[in-house]
């Protein structure tokens, strides 16, 4: 988190991190929103890709996102708190797959829903 702006610029908010998952939260803002009055889109995705990312980079290998598909269940509007959980279900040498649930206010149905695959590389980094 600590180089990741773009996460940073968004206002996510590290709850859990461990091997494999990871728990973000943020809160839906004006700017955030698309036009007709519901967060957009692409914050949704990226606040999902974001706890896919540290999820998979839990492991202390660099693992890009090579696919990722998005379900897009219900809206969220301004003020709304998301909170993405991300684990990992399947890993091997050179691939991942993650899943991730976004629910809003504490809600225990999921507003949205991701499906990824990283590819793991060879080249570590360091796990904070």
């Known amino acids: 988190m600590k180089t990741d702006y773009c996460s940073q610029w968004l206002g996510f908010k ?8 990871c728990h973000l939260e943020m ?3 004006k ?16 606040l999902a890709d974001s706890a896919l990312a540290f999820a998979s980079n839990s492991y202390g290998r660099i693992s890009p996102l ?5 379900v897009y269940s219900k809206a969220a509007k301004e003020g709304d ?6 684990k990992v ?10 899943d991730v649930t976004i629910y809003c206010n504490n809600e225990i149905e999921a507003f ?3 499906r990824g695959t990283v590819y793991r590389t060879s080249k570590e980094h360091e796990v904070k």
């Open 14 to 21: 590290l709850l859990k991190i461990e091997e494999g998952e």
């Open 66 to 70: 090579i696919n990722g598909n998005m």
């Open 31 to 46: 700017e955030m929103l698309n036009g007709f009055g519901t967060v957009h889109g692409g914050i949704a995705f990226t």
């Open 27 to 29: 809160t839906v803002r």
């Open 89 to 98: 279900f399947s890993i091997s040498n050179k691939k991942a797959d993650i």
């Open 81 to 86: 708190i998301l909170r993405a959980e991300a």
């Open 112 to 114: 949205y829903f991701m």
